[in-house]
């Protein structure tokens, strides 16, 4: 059973903060690129953050870079997305998947894994 499940959306102010968490099953998050991804409202998904397994960089998208800070927990088999300053336009569905051997780099392909997605609301 490989698997990854995200966790804890919620509601948010403008301004505020989460921290998601990303979980894997049946295989080892270090030898796996993490991506995370956010599907606003009436739009497509986009991939917003990547923690890479070896030989590739952390990504963030425009959208986020300075906001929001990805991390892995080896010891808990788990990496995170601390979301800060969040804005209304963060609201949406985050979602996060696993690639074996994935480039960072590369957003929109060659993910293995996919979580069901936790929803996060901004708004006042």
């Known amino acids: 059973q490989l698997r990854v499940v995200e966790s804890g959306g919620g509601l948010v102010q403008p301004g505020g903060s989460l921290r998601l968490s990303c979980a894997a099953s049946?295989?080892?998050?270090?030898?796996?690129?993490i991506g995370w991804f956010h599907q606003a409202p009436g739009k497509e998904r986009e991939g917003i953050s990547c923690?890479?397994?070896?030989?590739?960089?952390?990504f963030y998208s425009d959208s986020v870079r300075g906001r929001f800070t990805i991390s892995r927990d080896d010891a808990k088999n788990t990496v995170y997305l601390q979301m800060d300053s969040l804005k209304p336009g963060d609201t949406g569905v985050y979602f996060c998947a696993a690639g074996t051997g994935h480039i960072c780099s590369h957003m929109d392909y060659g993910w293995d894994y996919w979580g069901e997605g936790t929803t996060v609301t901004v708004s006042s």
């Open positions: 923690y890479p397994s070896s030989g590739n960089n952390i």
């Open positions: 049946g295989f080892t998050v270090r030898y796996y690129a």
